[in-house]
């Protein structure tokens, strides 16, 4: 006999299986991501997809058109367009730039950041992977290797001409979040996914050198508020410990890689299908309705991973499965 938190186990993968085949390639337009497919050269794909990630806040509409907007001026080749610019060109090219938290000169460190990691490393890749060292750091070896990179990179704008310590970084700082801080860190997240999972219509698989295994949940607000309506997660705030346990969780469902799900859970949030306000004419027709528990929260006004009610599917204990 199947006992109960089985049944829900595998009622749970059953689930956000179908969820995952019903958002494949052709959903490809309401989201970033889109632009990395519209180059062959692993060199370029890596280069946009890092800029994309890093501008990937916000509405989508907005992001997209931001991306148009940087990646227009650098030429067929994004990744040679950048190794031959220089500082002057761009404030030229980008001369009255800004999107939201950005400006001009946040735009072309970024640029100039980018040219300096191919130089010294190669690719970006090359520049990532010395500090990815899953046999030493153990159990978070991405985690461990973010904070690390990020470092190094912030370093790096040292050198960049002009740069002052004393003056205003929040906006380049801003682009280069630190996951010792404890936020989420989707962006980051987000890139590794893109770089890392697939070829499987969605993310590009360039990156050889991480497994899936070791990637984490790119948590933004419409992921952690479903993920909530699942009961994954016993946290209430946006966190990396919310990403954490969130993964933990997915886990249990594909060892191998748990975060396939992330595309197709974010859709619901991006396309409205999932929205905060209860609409049963979506929720009886969505994939996830018989494990989703967002009408408890909905119907009492207040949320149902409220504090000390324990989810049902996940303990505090890394994603361990509970009656």
């Known amino acids: 006999m199947i006992s109960s938190t089985n049944h829900r186990h595998l009622l749970l993968k059953e689930s956000l299986d179908n969820l995952q085949e019903g958002y494949g390639a052709s959903f490809l337009e309401s989201d970033p991501l889109l632009y990395l497919h519209e180059y062959a050269d692993p060199r370029d794909q890596e280069v946009v997809g890092f800029l994309a990630s890093a501008f990937a806040y916000g509405q989508v509409a907005q992001i997209l058109q931001n991306l148009r907007r940087i990646l227009a001026p650098l030429g067929d080749s994004v ?23 950005q400006r001009c000169d946040d735009l072309i460190m970024l640029l100039w950041l980018l040219k300096r990691v191919m130089l010294l ?11 990815y060292l899953p046999g030493k750091d153990k159990p978070h070896p991405v985690r461990v290797a973010l904070v690390e990179w990020v470092r190094f990179l912030r370093e790096q704008l040292r050198s960049y001409p002009g740069w002052s310590g004393g003056g205003d970084t929040r906006g380049i700082y801003h682009l280069l979040p630190d996951p010792a801080c404890g936020s989420p860190c989707k962006r980051w997240n987000l890139y590794l996914r893109w770089m890392v999972r697939g070829p499987d ?8 050198s991480i497994p899936t295994r070791h990637l984490l949940l790119p948590l933004d607000t419409h992921t952690a508020r479903i993920c909530r309506y699942l009961r994954l997660t016993s ?19 594909d060892p191998k890689d748990p975060v396939r799900y992330d595309f197709s859970i974010a859709r619901l949030g991006i396309l409205a299908r999932c929205t905060k306000r209860m609409d049963r004419s979506r929720c009886d027709s969505c994939e996830l309705t018989r494990i989703c528990h967002a009408e408890d929260g909905r ?21 361990a499965m509970v009656p």
């Open 235 to 253: 946290h209430v705030a946006p966190s990396w410990a919310m990403a954490e346990e969130i993964t933990h969780a997915l886990r249990n469902l």
């Open 201 to 208: 219509g969605l993310d590009l698989g360039i990156w050889k």
């Open 121 to 131: 490393s190669g690719s970006i890749e090359a520049s990532f992977l010395p500090f």
């Open 299 to 319: 119907s009492s006004g207040t949320r149902p991973d409220r504090p000390g009610r324990e989810p049902y599917l996940v303990s505090r204990q890394r994603g």
């Open 79 to 101: 990744a040679d367009g950048i190794r031959k610019g220089h500082i002057s060109r761009w404030k030229r090219l980008y001369k009255g730039y800004s999107y939201r938290f």
